[in-house]
């Protein structure tokens, strides 16, 4: 089984200690799967590249940034999200995200709307993973 993992937070080069649950549920789930790919959808920031791909101890992340805060009000918040999500999937990685076989979004919040929009569009299912 091939799983596309969305996450908000997952440790990066630049922030290596973030994200520390989210990325032990992705070596637990690499453990099951044939195949894992996580998908870290961050704020973008000066100096920030909006795309990167890299490996965190074996585990191979594609990091998409976006201007995205969460002080801009709900409104905007949500026009916000709407762009992003069209941005991601229609970019070029809209052939990869096809091979997978499930969506793990961990969150309802942004990364479960990008994985819910992300399971509509491919036809494939989508497990939110709502801790809290």
């Not at 791909?53 to 905007?76: C, H, Q, R």
């Not at 229609?90 to 990869?96: A, C, G, I, P, Q």
Request: proline share 6%.
């Amino acid at each position: 089984m091939k799983v596309l993992f969305i996450a908000n937070a997952f440790p990066s080069p630049d922030l290596p200690n973030k994200g520390a649950f989210n990325y032990r549920g992705a070596k637990q789930i690499r453990a099951l799967a044939d195949n894992l790919q996580v998908l870290h959808l961050r704020a973008w920031r000066p100096g920030r590249p909006v795309w990167q791909s890299y490996n965190m101890d074996g585990i191979p992340v594609w990091a998409f940034s976006f201007p995205f805060y969460d002080l801009l009000g709900d409104t905007i918040t949500g026009l916000v999200t709407g762009v992003y999500k069209n941005a991601l999937f229609f970019s070029y990685l809209k052939e990869r995200i096809k091979a997978f076989d499930v969506i793990h979004s961990v969150g309802l919040g942004f990364s479960g709307i990008v994985g819910a929009f992300v399971s509509e569009k491919t036809g494939k299912p989508h497990i939110a993973q709502c801790i809290g």
